[in-house]
T-cell receptor, first 114, second 112 residues
Framework: DSGVTQTPKHLITATGQRVTLRCSPRSGDLSVYWYQQSLDQGLQFLIQYYNGEERAKGNILERFSAQQFPDLHSELNLSSLELGDSALYFC?????????????FGPGTRLTVL | SQQGEEDPQALSIQEGENATMNCSYKTSINNLQWYRQNSGRGLVHLILIRSNEREKHSGRLRVTLDTSKKSSSLLITASRAADTASYFCATVLQTGANNLFFGTGTRLTVIP
């Protein structure tokens, strides 16, 4: 158990809909990262937040957005869903130790868009 | 894309044999990490090697890093059926954010 929690575990929805994925980082970790794992794109970095502020952006679509709240939990919002958005979505939180940023991953949310 | 590539894509060995997976990447890195994933589940961090290190050990795992060739290898010795999983290398770039760039993964099957 990494200490990172994600809800829900599974989500099934229809095209055009909007969903919210939630992540709670490990206690004390200020950074949250979101990644998407799909069959055709592999594991891709989406976005990072640090203590409530957006820190880095990867291959995140404009239909997707995220935020990190004062209690450090984060939400990833996916809107106007398409079939191709079906994927595993992971969040990770990190601690900076001895010059290295080690990331701990949650169990993921499996999104199925029908 | 800065995503790495892993070789082989799939590997099948007998229990007790050693398994070697290779990873190549494109840009200068701060560190390289190996992760394990069981069947579409969460990613488990295995080992991290910094750019100024050449070799690192952790239990039955041995990782090497050759920054001149931009490549790394993961060796699992005396494999067990429980080692069956997908293995990913992930790099953190020398400059910029600390997000991970993942390789394409190697699917390892250890036959009992």
């Amino acid at each position: 158990d990494s200490g990172v929690t994600q809800t829900p575990k599974h989500l099934i929805t229809a095209t055009g809909q909007r969903v919210t994925l939630r992540c709670s980082p490990r206690s004390g970790d200020l950074s949250v990262y979101w990644y998407q794992q799909s069959l055709d794109q592999g594991l891709q970095f989406l976005i990072q937040y640090y203590n409530g502020e957006e820190r880095a952006k990867g291959n995140i679509l404009e239909r997707f957005s995220a935020q990190q709240f004062p209690d450090l939990h984060s939400e990833l919002n996916l809107s106007s869903l398409e079939l191709g958005d079906s994927a595993l979505y992971f969040c990770a939180s990190s601690v900076f130790l001895a010059g290295v940023n080690e990331q701990f991953f949650g169990p993921g949310t499996r999104l199925t868009v029908l | 894309s800065q995503q790495g590539e892993e070789d082989p894509q799939a590997l099948s060995i007998q229990e007790g044999e050693n398994a070697t997976m290779n990873c190549s990447y494109k840009t200068s890195i701060n560190n390289l990490q190996w992760y394990r994933q069981n069947s579409g589940r969460g990613l488990v961090h295995l080992i991290l090697i910094r750019s100024n290190e050449r070799e690192k050990h952790s239990g039955r795992l041995r990782v090497t890093l050759d920054t001149s060739k931009k490549s790394s290898s993961l060796l699992i010795t005396a494999s067990r059926a429980a080692d069956t999983a997908s293995y990913f290398c992930a790099t953190v770039l020398q400059t910029g954010a600390n997000n991970l760039f993942f390789g394409t993964g190697t699917r390892l099957t250890v036959i009992p």
